[in-house]
């Protein structure tokens, strides 16, 4: 169409989606020429100015001016209704990907943005929004940190019984399943969710539930979006069950001289049913890294693989369970027992556990970089692949002289490996690579899993996803995935890819 | 194509599908007429003898020998490729309904088949598959009784903590989600379910997950066809995590002069965290039934609302949390206290809340059925939910003299309604089921479920399970639904309707 023709069509509105198209309703099969109405509209000019606005906006190549492309998207040979009016320019927008973003503390690339896109940063959406004392149960927004919301209701005698990074956000524990040292009693994440608020691909917002603590009414949808890493729908607000603080704590450390006695002693503990609120190991390197960084607690500790282990209940329990695990441990082949009686000797004893990450970024030689997988196994086996780990590093990193670790929770059959190398040298970076690889296949290979609490993220998704749950339990996922987001727009190249 | 011609095609075979189809590769554009091999397929006349005992089994309708119809199956017009063969018969097999089918002991007609079609009876797949003691679970076919698997595994000290119907099987335990006494210390089906093996709506068989108690790999599809109803794929394996037997039990009983006074007792007990392994509600008239049955452990009970508690644990533990538990009993106008020292005082006091549902079926007047349905609410909300039961049975149900009698897990915040009627007397029904409905609408007013432990299956479906959700989160689990079932196959017409 001519410039000169143009002007004698001046009725046209921008559409809702990818075309700015004529808002014209024809009723006749001939292509009639006739004059839109002057009011209802702008005039050709200023769509025009309209249309450079968005090409600048969006970038010049998805908005198109060209005559035969203008033609092409306006008249229609096929069809029985025509109008000789045409847009003034074709605006063709890409998909845009959308990433949640909580506290940034993923570890797996969950919320990074390999197709750049938008990124939706929650963290303004920090209120609790009801605090459910006598029904123990809380509605947050998902930028709400759990510290800040455990500080916040102690005195309600209440809490959230996770605890992963101390900065996290609700939101993206939930879109994660993180647990921690806690997950040994409490459960994980998904236990503690008993609804959410979504927001879907396509605009929609849906509740997955009311607020019962129990239900059995259709699809549970809480526990298909908790652990989906924003893949499925943004999280947007939570309802949480809470736990009441326990009367108690006390808390005690055993070492052994090795680590395989370690693991023994706790599969033995586990197996009597000793309630414990925590039992976690740390092997001999990483106590040494503890004593390093000028020790924990105001002391400095015994390099050997190490248990320490979390009591809560009355006191009477707790000295009860204490004795109990005592007697485990000794006979475990055990070589020290503390248990604390005093809230500062407590906090001394946990120390080293607490203090480990700080410990591990602190003794990082210069250029170097944690490489910290997670992996998780049936508990049985927890002794046979921490010595696979061993013997893997001992083969790969070892030449390297890279510093390998191990620290476990193993109550839950979970434990992450820790080596630091140095990016720049590929020969480490391949060594640890095939380290952390060959790990995530013998997790597989003992029926395990190759995440049992950081997620895919970009990090795990190709090898280690499909070989952990083969291609007809991936194109179930796809198949949801796709039901939910057909235009794979939320949080792209997470999890799985969609090719 | 007449009868002379077709003698001359003798070679066919059956499809797997819709259709009987020739098996002929044509590497030709023409309409080329040739002799198939005839070893390799039956003439004519075995293939319309086929075609007959097929019409007989799936009805006349179904199968065509109707010349024109064999014509446009046959030949394509438009196809570069095609054969002067023609299949003998159309077979246009309808979709046939799969209804799987555990025990049969659900509720809300889970296992009916309202549209006919393949009842698939899983109860011969029986076996424990194999038994992982020091990993803490267990492999079993979807078959398996739960009494049986605890009586089997019993001397390893391990056992699934969940308490159904006793006739209940596994695989429909997880079908539905369900719970019992049990849930407020254990929870509920999901929390113990490791992995499942699921044969989808298109024959595929996938797992869920591997081994691991703890992951965060993937989408948590384990949960998501826990309580699907058999909608979503049929579950013919399960592993499952198990408990620890506790060293020791005790069971208390507390009478109280009201409902509202126990409901109170026993939010208290949970809100001062008192570790109890079950809190069971029954009101007077349940009390009454268990008398009029003849009483239960060897004696008559007081006809008040009663609390039973269960305790589990050390000898220890359990004695101080039953001091904890009598003390707010006591503030709470507890009437009466009674805790069991011996197994047999044990048995005795849990007697009458064991044999409740024996009391309810003697209890029946001839003729009359028993309509029990099952709400959730928040925990605070248990006492005011029961009042306006009775208040809706005093309006609807009392003019007709038909028993009604509450039954709770309030520790979950769930109760029973129980209420015997004659479904011959339309206006006796009318009653029930309109006082049934106001309480399902007074527990989604308190922000509860329609359905705590039952699931939803025909009987909650239309008015019940969309008033609670929503219609957006009602169309999110139809893509679902239709993502993993697309032809509707799987066990129709529950929890929601195709259209």
Not at 64 to 82: L, Q
Request: proline content about 5%.
């Amino acid at each position: 169409m001519s410039p000169v023709e143009c002007v004698r069509y001046r009725g046209m509105a921008f559409g809702q989606g990818a075309m700015l198209r004529p808002q014209v309703q024809l009723h006749t099969h001939r292509d009639d020429v006739f004059i839109l109405d002057d009011q209802k509209y702008p005039d050709k000019l200023t769509m025009l100015k309209a249309a450079r606005l968005i090409a600048k906006e969006l970038g010049g190549e998805k908005v198109s001016f060209d005559d035969d492309n203008i033609e092409a998207h306006g008249h229609f040979e096929w069809s029985t209704s025509n109008t000789s009016a045409r847009p003034v320019a074709i605006v063709t927008p890409k998909k845009v990907p959308m990433v949640p973003f909580g506290a940034g503390s993923s570890v797996e690339g969950n919320c990074s943005s390999p197709f750049s896109g938008i990124c939706i940063d929650l963290s303004l959406m920090n209120k609790i929004v009801a605090f459910h004392e006598d029904d123990m149960d809380v509605v947050v927004e998902a930028g709400v940190n759990w510290v800040d919301l455990n500080n916040k209701i102690k005195s309600s005698g209440l809490f959230l019984p996770l605890d992963p990074s101390p900065s996290a956000h609700i939101g993206g524990m939930v879109a994660t399943n993180c647990s921690g040292t806690n997950a040994m009693r409490y459960g994980t994440m998904k236990d503690w969710v008993v609804n959410l608020t979504v927001v879907l691909a396509n605009g929609e917002i849906i509740k997955t539930r009311r607020r019962p603590r129990k239900t059995s009414a259709g699809y549970n949808l809480t526990t298909l979006f908790t652990g989906s890493e924003g893949t499925l729908g943004i999280i947007t607000e939570i309802t949480l069950k809470l736990a009441i603080i326990p009367q108690d704590f006390s808390v005690a450390i055993a070492t052994f001289p090795t680590i395989k006695d370690a693991a023994t002693a706790a599969s033995r503990m586990m197996r009597e049913g000793v309630p414990l609120a925590a039992l976690e190991l740390m092997d001999e390197i990483q106590m040494k890294l503890i004593n390093q960084n000028g020790g924990a607690g105001g002391k400095l500790w015994a390099e050997k693989p190490t248990l320490f282990l979390k009591f809560s209940g009355t006191r009477r329990n707790i000295d009860e369970n204490i004795s109990r695990v005592k007697i485990i441990s000794k006979s475990s082949k055990g070589i020290q027992f503390d248990s604390a009686s005093t809230e500062k000797e407590m906090t001394n004893l946990w120390a080293a556990r607490k203090e480990v990450l700080y410990a591990n970024l602190a003794a990082r030689p210069e250029g170097t970089q944690i490489w910290s997988t997670d992996v998780a196994v049936p508990l049985s086996r927890m002794a046979e692949i921490i010595g696979k780990f061993f013997l893997q590093d001992l083969i790969l990193c070892w030449p390297f002289r890279l510093s390998s670790s191990v620290l476990g929770h193993v109550g839950d059959g979970n434990f992450h490996q820790i080596v630091m190398y140095n990016p720049d040298k590929p020969q480490e970076a391949e060594a640890v690579k095939r380290c952390v690889h060959n790990m995530m296949i013998s997790a597989l290979e003992m029926e395990g899993t190759v995440s049992g609490e950081h997620g895919i993220g970009m990090g795990k998704k190709q090898e280690c996803l499909l070989e952990e749950l083969g291609p007809g339990t991936i194109a179930v996922m796809k198949g949801l995935k796709r039901s939910l987001d057909p235009l794979w727009l939320l949080n792209p190249g997470k999890v799985f890819d969609e090719k």
